[in-house]
């Protein structure tokens, strides 16, 4: 047991962060922490509330998503979490909510624009929203298409994981991803605020413009370029 | 009076569960809890605040709305209460609440669509609105026949009230209920949630679609359905 | 000073409950509590944090608007209160806000529009928008003025400052009275509750229509009329 | 050290203000203080969060951004704070946040229109959003151009910066001013609030008309002018 301690206290303490962010209502959301050396991660059991929770009800299972350690069911989001996981060698963490803000966007189908600094402080493009999956996948191994809708709507907008890690599932809701829990569940919480602020920008402009090409690469550089001058420590 | 004890607290535990979830201002809810083999329920006080609340404060009435303990006045909304718990056997607590978005969408006589994956968690149809009554009935015995305009929608939308746990009375408010107290106030939350998120759907995209029906029937039965994989009991 | 200890004491605690309920940024609201047999009013002194507030810093001033006791400036919109108190004998408490919603509406010159059975409850009209003044009115004893822009509106509209206790005065803000203090200031509450309420209502549909007469009337009635049967205390 | 003690504090006493009024996520916000006579100004230091915010760690700079005092690297926004200090002899306080409806104005690129008293109570005007800045401009040295750009938004609307202690820069946020960082954090929110309630007017009445000159300008002389009759003390 005590070689999964560290993903199953990272994952018990990122879950604890969502209710603290205002993120989730009940159980609606749920981080997960991988070990990609020994090809495991730590998941929330499914539907405990996070009051409740405790340390050893972290679920360990595997990127197959067969569990390896644990007395609960894992999330039944768990296989879409194996599935990125799987493809994203350098991704320790991955967080999904039903905020509010950005769930209305993935309902509405919608893209969210990068309307402004605040956005490009985090990433360089509109957020993605992957399409509704067909029928046949949804009908087939759900859970595990949802990962690949992830991964498909990144590709075909031509955008890496590792400079947007955020993204809407349409008619769904938001999956965040980080190298650590506390850097996944703040990209959440970015995300829920980014679709706030873009929300009332369209109720108040409806032709409000996307933020300018010279404008987007200044404040994406300034915090996570080369020469980045933000926070404390240098980036490379 | 130590036959009515369980309804009383389950009952008083459940009406403070209301201001906890932010569901009401001031005494604007009320949640009831029914005994089926006495034939009697437990509800709330008219008019008193809930941190004021004591158990014994619970007013305990029969299904024709005939009080048979307790020193208050019971909720003005009991022969609503009354009503449905004399037609559905299976239910045992009911939820009256004004909450804001779900009464603004009572107060537009609209149902609610259901635009995503949260909805469907909890039902596969629209939440839906049930006509204001007509003037004949409102100068009659008010109250008894909001009863029967919960029980004419759901009749005349061939909805189950087992599936679907929540209706808005148009121009007025929500009512939601369960197999317990617990239950039924979490559909009182769930349903203010989705009400919220439809709200700002709606406000972003006009045209937002509802969702696709292998969708709804994925998310429904994951959740409810005789092969249920989300918590941690197997549901039947 | 033993003479005015009650309507200070009064007018101190109602001011307190204003930051409790959200109804206030700062000092941005008033309460005062009237003495109708000494002729006078105790009011929040002007700009004063509630938070650092005394009983003691209440100043207590005539129905012209001299002060008669106190070592503080009163709040700028004692005038208002002054007139009010002078034409209503049976007002006792009158507030002030500037709450978002409902100086939202002041500031759209609308009426706000009986949508629902939580607006009956507590009124049968519309709520009133009064125009804004004249100029010649502004500069001359402007917050004199203000309280008989309020006392117009009702006249025009009709309506008894008895069944309606709250008017939102145009491009500025609400003032709301009662009985006693802490139902003036339940009555702002319900105004900006009523106000948000009202506003995602016409959000979600523009042509949604006025309550019907007979729901206005059954739920006022119920809960003001003379055989009203909400509450504990038997209405007269 | 010594002699920088009082802006070091008051700076941090100001930060500390940020996410008691909910003006700021994570730690995108922050105030400077400056000493005039020294010509020097205390300010966050970039990406702390304030909880974890200590006196010795706001760093010194002098009016040409360069580093005084401190181990920690300045507020990437240091140099916006330096030109406007460099130009307003009588401003002692600066605040940036990216307080959610305030961006939401900025991101429209549209000033906030005077509707109502509120608004009135701290200003004469519409508050500003200066448009983006020139590709040449961001490219060059971007946030001292940021301070340029609110100097020029003020020059052309002919206003000054005493009577204006707030400015949108448009596709970012909000910056505010005044004589202490008490005062600086207090027109952040101020503007805060007096936008969302711009937002909500908008909405329900897209022809809202801005406030008549005459209440403008009776609002703004009660608080400030040479007979202010707002307050405690005698503005001069």
Redesign the interface.
């Known amino acids: 047991m005590r070689k999964f301690t560290q993903i199953k206290e990272e994952a018990f303490e990122g879950n604890k962060l969502l209710p603290k962010y205002n993120l989730v ?2 159980t ?1 959301g749920n981080v997960s922490v991988a070990d990609h050396n020994q090809g495991v991660f730590a998941i929330k ?4 509330p996070y009051e409740k929770l405790d340390v050893e009800d972290m679920v360990v299972v595997d990127f197959d998503g067969k569990i390896i350690e644990g007395n ?2 894992p999330s ?1 989001d768990t296989p879409t979490h194996a599935v990125l996981y799987k493809h994203w060698k350098d991704v320790n963490s991955i967080v999904h909510t ?1 905020s ?2 950005a ?8 893209d969210i624009p990068i ?4 956005h490009a402080d985090h990433t360089i493009s509109d957020i993605p929203c992957a399409p ?1 999956m067909s ?1 046949d996948m ?2 087939g191994d ?1 859970e595990y298409q949802t990962g690949f809708q992830i991964l498909n709507i990144l590709k075909e907008k031509k955008i890496s994981h590792k400079e947007m890690e955020m993204v809407l599932v349409g ?3 938001p999956f965040t991803w980080g190298k650590t829990a506390e850097k996944a569940v ?1 990209n959440s ?2 995300l829920e ?1 980014i679709a ?10 409806s032709s ?2 996307r ?2 090409e ?2 987007i690469h ?1 404040h994406y550089e ?1 915090k996570h370029g080369a020469n980045a ?4 420590e240098k980036k490379k």
Chains 1, 2, 3, 4 share one sequence.
């Not at 706030?196 to 402009?205: D, G, I, P």
């Not at 001058?229 to 404390?232: A, D, E, K, V, W």
């Open positions: 209502l009940f609606w059991p499914s539907g405990v609960l069911r039944s039903h509010t803000y769930t209305a966007w993935a309902q509405s189908l919608l309307f402004g600094t605040t509704p029928d949804i009908e759900y008619s769904h809701a703040y919480a970015v605020n706030k602020m873009a929300y009332l920008t369209r109720q108040l402009n409000s413009p933020l300018k010279a404008l200044k300034r001058y933000y926070g404390q």
